[in-house]
């Protein structure tokens, strides 16, 4: 779009069309030509005032149609209601069943902060719930909406503030506020925050794309962003003595711990996201009768619900994680984890699609259940301190205990970042984490120097 305040407006002339005269009114915006007619010279001369007071006024003309600013805005005007939909539909088929996700709860966030009253309001669960399930979940527009939704959702339709209305800091900043509490009133974590913050920016700038406001606002708020604490914590990261205990006390927890034991292997070993272990197929597997195998890693299954992806099946089918979609990651791995995965197909086979793990039904794993093995897993081996601390609190811990491993070992970051599937600035900022114990040792090669210059 171009906005310019170079205007031209001549006189309104009269013209025979067809053997009617007709009174016509001509103006040149930026390089533009238009023109108008009228049936009668003195609706002309109105037209004609109404674009002089614009231009006295000082007001920017759009050279692609000709009107002032503010009539086109004016013209694009919607609710923030329509508004958040037409973004989700703008969104919804490049992104991935995560995202949709992430943007159906942002979207649902800031719209009670947009609301001309409070009179009538729905609760904020119910409003919440049925905002993110059905007014901003895409696949859901072609079910019938429950009657309890419905009704929430027709009083927002009716309430919400013009998109225009969204060039006041203030109305803004009650958005930005909102973003950074939860519905129990706690404050939500920062990379939450962050996250809702990015999304509401963007969702302005498609606001200017599509010519419902002249720029983008949000800038103008002298909000500060809260600073999120992307390290891993060092508590969490178990060293490699514990991981060995971990998956021995998987092996134990009964047939479906058997099962999984190779699977948290693989997390640990291979520093394998849980989506790219549930994936994992026999094809994606060289595994020799000695030394060092590779796993060549090409997608994820990570679970998100079937109202989010485009199959309808609970997880999303997608490449590897910030890679392009064919794009393939190869990770070496030990021979102990070679031993452990060649075992397993010994002994489980594998799914018709070739997948390594399954559910008792041959479906891909779930996170409930291989989460309800690994809890008891940790109980077992672990002390009462241990267990209550973060230590190896969730599966995923696994992968940062494997990054930190590779690390701490001397491993050039480069490759780490690599065989991790991420950047090296990622990598460094986020995993870079000692291992439990390793600081004693740190601190006796410390000893060990100082003692050596006395």
Known sequence: MAYTFNVRIWAVRQRKDRGQSTAELRWKVGGTPHSQSFRTKTLADGRRAELLTAVR??????????????????????SWYQHARDYIEMKWPAAPAKTRTTLAE??????????????????????????YCWAFNMNRWREDTPTDAQRVLTWVEGHTMPVSSLDDPLLLRKVLNGF?????????????????RAIFHNS?????????????????????????????????????????????????????????????????HAALRPGEAVWLRRTNCELPLKGWGTLHLDG???RVGSSWTDSG??????????????DVRHVPIPPVLVTT?????????????????????????????????????????????????????????????????????????VEVARRA?????????????????????????????LKRWR
Not at 57 to 76: I, K
Not at 313 to 326: N, S, V
């Open 313 to 326: 099946t609970a997880h999303d089918e997608r490449g590897l994680k910030w890679r392009p979609q064919k």
């Open 180 to 196: 950074t509490l939860r519905l129990d009133g706690q404050p939500a974590a920062a990379s939450v925050v962050r996250r809702k």
């Open 204 to 268: 302005l700038g498609f606001a200017v794309e599509a010519r419902r406001l002249v720029v983008n606002p949000l800038p103008q708020v002298q909000w500060v962003l809260p600073t999120p604490n992307e390290e891993i914590d060092p508590g969490s990261v178990v060293n490699p003595r514990q991981a060995r205990l971990l998956l021995k006390a998987v092996s134990e927890q009964g047939d479906r711990g058997k099962h999984l034991e190779a699977f948290f292997a693989v997390l640990y």
């Open 106 to 131: 942002a979207m649902a966030s800031a719209t009670p902060a947009l609301v001309t009253t409070h009179r009538g309001m729905p609760e904020p669960r119910e409003l919440r719930r049925a905002l």
């Open 57 to 78: 006024n000082g007001e920017q003309f759009d050279e692609a149609s000709g009107v002032p600013v503010s009539e086109l805005r004016r013209r694009n005007d919607v």
């Open 341 to 413: 995965l060649r075992r397993h197909l010994d002994t489980y086979g594998t799914t018709a699609d070739g997948r390594l793990f399954q559910t008792a039904r041959g479906g891909i794993v779930q996170e409930s259940g291989y989460g309800e093995v690994w809890a008891r897993a940790r109980k077992q081996s672990f002390t009462p301190d241990q267990l209550a601390s973060p230590l190896g609190a969730r599966p995923y811990d696994l992968r940062h205990a494997c990054v930190s491993l590779w690390l701490n070992s001397g491993v050039d970051p």
């Open 300 to 302: 994820s299954r990570p």
């Open 421 to 449: 599937g991420h950047s090296v600035a990622v990598l460094l900022k986020v995993y870079a984490k000692c291992l439990d114990g390793a600081t004693s040792m740190a601190n006796d090669r410390i000893d060990a120097a």
